[in-house]
T-cell receptor
Framework: EDQVTQSPEALRLQEGESSSLNCSYT??????LFWYRQDPGKGPEFLFT???AGEEKEKERLKATLTKKESFLHITAPKPEDSATYLC???????????FGRGTSLIVHP | SQTIHQWPATLVQPVGSPLSLECTVE??????LYWYRQAAGRGLQLLFY??????ISSEVPQNLSASRPQDRQFILSSKKLLLSDSGFYLC???????????FGQGTRLTVV
């Protein structure tokens, strides 16, 4: 059974304090790993898709990386508007269904 | 470009009443469609998914059902709501293949 574990569950940062969120996975045949951002009361917003180890994607202050066992979402010099819950999901084997982690709640203080 | 519409945004229903939540996708054809429920601190729980018209798969037994009467329309229903059906319901779509899913804005359902 596929497992996706995100850590930490919650993270508080000061504005400008860079950090990383972790998504570790145990799957049989990774076909894709996805990162989402979710604001309170809203649906998840797609950020990145990674397909193979060594791949990196960037968008503004966010950079996602992938290894054979985990993915990191690096946040450089975060701002208060980066506060949200960040979700990771994987697609593996022959399934149509992505498996989601429980997310990391990020709060950035001004 | 593709868009997904989900309504209503909020809903308060009495126990025992019926439910119908609708989701439509524009700008694509033959998408995979999904219904999720999200409880606070518990992540996304897949309820139903569909790979085509009239093809519905259920992940968990429950008081809910789903239908896909048209290619880009997905409906979540219940004949009689329970208190435990309260939650945040999300519709999502993806193209066929190893691609990301895109979510609607969600429906906050409160059963009273």
């Amino acid at each position: 059974e596929d497992q996706v574990t995100q850590s930490p569950e919650a993270l508080r940062l000061q504005e400008g304090e860079s950090s990383s969120l972790n998504c570790s996975y145990t799957v049989s045949g990774l076909r894709g790993l996805f990162w989402y951002r979710q604001d309170p009361g809203k649906g998840p917003e797609f950020l990145f898709t990674l397909y193979s180890a060594g791949e990196e994607k960037e968008k503004e202050r966010l950079k996602a990386t992938l290894t054979k066992k985990e993915s990191f979402l690096h946040i450089t010099a975060p701002k208060p508007e980066d506060s949200a819950t960040y979700l990771c999901a994987v697609l593996s084997g022959g399934s149509y269904i992505p498996t989601f982690g429980r997310g990391t709640s990020l709060i950035v203080h001004p | 470009s593709q868009t997904i519409h989900q309504w209503p945004a909020t809903l308060v229903q009495p126990v025992g009443s019926p439910l119908s939540l609708e989701c439509t996708v524009e700008g694509t054809s033959n998408p995979n469609l999904y219904w999720y429920r999200q409880a606070a601190g518990r992540g996304l729980q897949l309820l139903f998914y569909s790979v085509g018209i009239g093809q519905i798969s259920s992940e968990v037994p429950q008081n809910l059902s789903a239908s896909r009467p048209q290619d880009r329309q997905f409906i979540l229903s219940s004949k009689k709501l329970l208190l435990s059906d309260s939650g945040f319901y999300l519709c999502a779509w993806s193209v066929k293949g190893d691609t990301e899913a895109f979510f609607g804005q969600g429906t906050r359902l409160t059963v009273v």
